[in-house]
């Protein structure tokens, strides 16, 4: 299994291969077109990403010491940014998830043509994943 950080270098890698910055929207809608919908039943409140003008849903999943995430968003661009939040993310440790620098995104490029709203959705999607990954830690045994 790759580490969240070679996942992280390898969607870098991935997004600044387009030059384009309508080539990098194509590839987040469908990015977001292949994130599986999330359940009518998980679409609750709790889960609800604050900040975001369209609707979107984050649902942590806690496997052993691993965090994952299912995700939905009503739009296609946010939906696109979020699968690649989920293909760094998921199945990394909560250590790891806190150790890394959320911007990586912004190194890629892929912030800067967006709008106030979705860079401010996006921002409160990496806030949650952090406090679900502080939340995890926070509740992990102490180590001996």
């Not at 910055?21 to 604050?50: N, S, T």
């Not at 190194?107 to 949650?128: D, F, I, K, P």
């Amino acid at each position: 299994m790759t580490t969240l950080t070679e996942r992280k270098d390898q969607l870098l890698r991935e997004l600044r291969a387009f030059t384009d910055k309508d080539e990098r929207f194509r590839y987040l809608v469908e990015k977001g077109r292949e994130l599986p919908a999330l359940p009518e039943a998980l679409k609750l409140e709790a889960f609800l990403v604050k900040g975001c003008i369209s609707r979107a849903w984050l649902v942590p999943q806690i496997q052993g010491q691993q965090l994952s995430f299912m995700a939905d968003s009503e739009a296609m661009i946010v939906k696109g940014i979020i699968a690649l939040l989920l293909q760094v993310y998921n199945g990394a440790r909560a250590e790891e998830i806190l150790e890394i620098s959320p911007e990586f995104l912004s190194e890629a490029g892929v912030t800067e043509h967006l709008s106030m709203n979705r860079r401010n959705g996006l921002v409160n999607v990496l806030a949650m994943i952090r406090s679900y990954a502080e939340r995890m830690r926070g509740s992990a045994p102490e180590q001996a």
